[in-house]
Structure formats: structure tokens, C-alpha cells
Nanobody, 119 residues
Framework: QVQLVESGGGFVQPGGSLRLSCAAS????????MGWYRQVPGKERELVAV???????TYAASVKGRFTISRDSAKNMVNLQMNSLKPEDTAVYYC?????????????WGQGTQVTVSS
């Protein structure tokens, strides 16, 4: 079992920045894919950015160039630096982990953190 705890959401004006963090209860080297999804009411959850154990990254087209995902292996955390935020970035952001480690397999989600971008 993997617990994911998010922090760093909040309210920001357009053009501002926020940094989300996700702390895992296990060594993140044991996690294949870790990252962030987001969801707004009435819509499906969508990928924002993910990073692999090999530190390759994938970004949604809508955030590329504005958001940066990074792994902090020493702290077992994944961070999402969000710059030049837009109102359409408003959503609940969920940390995600996909683990397949010596037979320990599972997909895990954090509880979500609200990000609101508004003037």
C-alpha cells in the first residue's frame, strides 16, 4: 500500500505561480510512474504531468512550457512547479502513483488539493 499526501494548493491570480508537492509513504524508486492529474466538476480527470523512475517526463499540451515536474528521491516526493497560471488551470489536482515492484503492484491516488486561479 502507498499513501500519497499532497500539499501546496491554494488561490492565485492569473500569471501567478504555485508549487504542489506529493509525499509518498514508500521509497519512490519503487514507483514506476508518479505525477499529477486534475479534475473539474463534470469533466474526466486528465493528465497534467508525470515522471518515470528513469526521470522521463510527459506533460499535457496545455501546460507544457509553464509547468515543471520533478522528483526528490531523498524526500520521496514529487513536485509540480506551476508558473504563468491561467483561470483554466483551476481544478482539484491529484497526485498519482503506479507501482510495480517485485510483485507489489497497484495504482494509488492522493486526496486532492484545490488550485484556484482567478482575478
Amino acid at each position: 500500500q502507498v499513501q500519497l499526501v499532497e500539499s501546496g494548493g491554494g488561490f492565485v491570480q492569473p500569471g501567478g505561480s504555485l508549487r504542489l508537492s506529493c509525499a509518498a509513504s514508500v521509497n519512490i524508486f519503487s514507483i514506476n510512474i508518479m505525477g499529477w492529474y486534475r479534475q473539474v466538476p463534470g469533466k474526466e480527470r486528465e493528465l497534467v504531468a508525470v515522471t518515470s523512475r528513469g526521470e522521463s517526463t510527459t506533460y499535457a499540451a496545455s501546460v507544457k512550457g509553464r509547468f515543471t515536474i520533478s522528483r526528490d528521491s531523498a524526500k520521496n516526493m514529487v513536485n509540480l512547479q506551476m508558473n504563468s497560471l491561467k483561470p483554466e488551470d483551476t481544478a482539484v489536482y491529484y497526485c498519482y502513483a503506479d507501482r510495480n515492484w517485485f510483485g507489489q503492484r497497484g495504482t494509488y491516488w492522493g486526496q486532492g488539493t484545490q488550485v484556484t486561479v482567478s482575478s
